[in-house]
């Protein structure tokens, strides 16, 4: 088995200050492995670089642990707390820079201030674009009301990646489910409609140049391409877009394998939207890296394809 360099783009970190915003998903877990996750959440120097050089992850692009301030009520204060983060990430990344890159918290509460925070991170702190968790407060980024967002994404040429979290309201059929409504499906369901909501309202067809990059093997998307033309061209409801739902897919979206280390959903998810459109991920801490970087030096694809995925995608799209 060959081993490849690898780019990690879904790697999860912890500032101070944070943890009450995921509690409400860290406390479903027993108190043995909190307090391991907490630990390589905090850790910058130690045991996430030894499990990069054991994985030959030549850099990983960092990100605040889910929801941050997604989650938080008060506008102002997600702006306070996003800035905050964003100089706590520059300031660790600046102790390995050649081992770490950043994608920047937002306050999606107001587009322009989101706005405004991607452009200094980008700009002033060399970040390589945006972490998102979901929607906020159950607001979804398709209206017009976020045009001037998406309009300075794409002068940046940046991309978000659009991280699950928990509905603005809990889907009735996973009521009394609780171990359906998280990270084994619920998370996967929000994220993939939110993605589609950006796509059916046009968002891609305003902005084309937008990257939006979905983890976990693309939250279900590729594998239901054809049945999204095929309804949609059935049932538009007063919808007019410039390509076919599939289209989008592949080009505006693209994917990780973060969580999903099995080859055959490798296999269809390159066949669906192509080995250019898929990168490499762990979801550090969450996952195991061991098994993540097993799963990928052992797919069964081309070599070329193997270091497109590995690293070659993610180099391109970060400008690295």
Not at 26 to 33: N, R
Not at 126 to 141: A, D, I, P, Q
Request: charged share 20%; hydrophobic share 40%; proline share 7%.
């Amino acid at each position: 088995m060959q081993t490849h360099r690898k780019i990690a783009l879904e790697e999860h970190f912890m500032m101070p200050g944070f943890e009450e915003y995921s509690n409400s998903f860290l406390s479903f877990i027993d108190p043995a492995t909190q307090k391991e996750l907490a630990q390589r959440l905090n850790d910058f120097d130690e045991l996430r670089l030894d499990e990069m050089d054991r994985a030959a992850i030549d850099l990983v692009v960092l990100s605040q642990s889910g929801p941050g301030v997604q989650a938080e009520p008060d506008g102002q204060a997600a702006i306070a707390k996003a800035r905050a983060n964003n100089d706590f990430l520059a300031e660790r990344i600046a102790r390995h820079p050649e081992r770490y890159a950043g994608f920047a918290m937002l306050p999606m509460h107001d587009p322009l201030e989101a706005a405004r925070e991607l452009e200094r991170c980008v700009a002033q702190m060399g970040f390589k674009g945006s972490l998102v968790n979901g929607h906020t407060l159950g607001r979804y980024y398709e209206s017009r009301d976020y045009d001037p967002f998406w309009a300075r994404m794409q002068e940046l040429d940046v991309p978000m990646y659009l991280h699950p979290a928990y509905p603005w309201r809990p889907l009735h059929a996973l009521e009394g489910m609780p171990v359906l409504t998280g990270a084994s499906w619920g998370w996967g369901v929000e994220t993939a409609s939110h993605a589609l909501r950006l796509l059916f309202g046009g968002v891609f067809d305003r902005f084309p140049g937008l990257k939006v990059i979905l983890g976990h093997m693309g939250e279900f998307l590729p594998f239901q391409r054809w049945r999204l033309d095929s309804r949609f061209a059935a049932y538009p409801f007063g919808i007019e877009l410039e390509r076919q739902p599939s289209q989008y897919i592949g080009s505006n979206l693209v994917i990780t394998t973060s969580g999903v280390c099995s080859h055959p959903t490798l296999l269809g998810a390159v066949g669906e939207i192509g080995a250019d459109a898929v990168m490499f991920s762990v979801d550090y801490p969450y996952e195991s890296t061991e098994a993540a970087a097993a799963f990928i030096d052992s797919a069964p694809l081309p070599p070329d394809q193997l270091e497109a995925i590995c690293h070659g995608n993610a180099a391109r799209l970060l400008k690295l």
